[in-house]
């Protein structure tokens, strides 16, 4: 069997000028008009790796400022005043 040759035509294959290194801006003209790794979605993904201080710090952060927040809320609450009015005798 023989090797098939690199195919250079973006729109069906990657083309070697396209590798996964090349710059985000490089376009091909083509027949079809512009290629482009972003237009194609293929990008790299960014994976977020989170270390060991931001898996304590992130939910402690958080828990500190739910809790301020739910101590203003009480505060707030308690300093409520009901005002009862008693409409039984106007004439409307």
Avoid: C
Avoid at 27 to 48: C, D, I, M, N
């Amino acid at each position: 069997a023989t090797a098939m040759a690199p195919t250079s035509d973006p729109v069906t294959s990657r083309s070697p000028e396209l590798s996964p290194l090349a710059p985000l801006s490089a376009k091909v003209r083509t027949h079809r008009g512009f290629y482009s790794r972003f237009l194609q979605q293929e990008l790299p993904a960014y994976r977020l790796i989170p270390g060991a201080r931001a898996l304590v710090a992130v939910p402690g952060v958080l828990g500190t400022v739910i809790f301020a927040v739910g101590i203003a809320l009480i505060v707030a609450s308690r300093q409520v005043v009901e005002v009862q009015m008693n409409y039984s005798d106007d004439p409307w």
